[in-house]
């Protein structure tokens, strides 16, 4: 139960992967179908972008120390997941779209801060941050700056979300 908790976000990936992989499967059908009766039809289809998005905010979800930031990130997850699910059933026109949109400019705010945790990791941060004179400021305050402007990127894409 303890590695199910500590790995809930990779658990729900695994969940979008099955989902994507019979949607794909789906697709594949209904394109040979209409080949078939001759017609043109064009199809996007949007699942492995959101997956891959979707992952990387996993992994920066398992990388933050936050408790409280972990919870908001998988009860984010979840609620994306949830919405990728039920989107045929809620009738709001383009949630589908709105869904993804949200999911995928997450993952973007999510890789800048996995890129800026990563340069904190190499010491770049602090290297930078003693050539300007503040060598007081710590590791924590950094982390703890990038987390907010998560959480803080999430509220802001979430009427969006309302809004689609």
């Not at 017609?39 to 992994?59: E, H, K, Q």
């Not at 120390?65 to 997850?77: A, C, D, Q």
């Not at 990728?84 to 026109?93: R, T």
């Amino acid at each position: 139960m303890k590695h199910l908790i500590k790995y809930y976000s990779l658990l729900l990936s695994a969940i979008l992967l099955a989902h994507v992989i019979t949607d794909y499967i789906e697709l594949e059908e209904i394109i040979a179908q209409t080949e078939k009766e001759g017609l043109i039809v064009d199809f996007a289809f949007n699942g492995w972008i959101v997956l891959i998005s979707f992952i990387i905010i996993a992994f920066y979800e398992l990388y933050q120390k936050n408790s409280f930031i972990k919870l908001l990130i998988r009860i984010f997850l979840t609620l994306a997941l949830i919405g990728l699910f039920l989107s045929q059933y809620i009738p709001i026109d383009n949630f589908d779209s709105g869904v993804e949109n949200t999911i995928v400019f997450s993952a973007f705010i999510a890789m800048i801060l996995l890129f800026a945790l990563g340069l904190k990791k190499i010491n770049f941060v602090d290297n930078l941050s003693k050539t300007c004179g503040k060598m007081k400021r710590t590791k924590k305050r950094v982390i703890t700056i990038t987390s907010k402007l998560f959480l803080g990127i999430i509220l802001l894409s979430l009427p969006a979300l309302l809004l689609a």
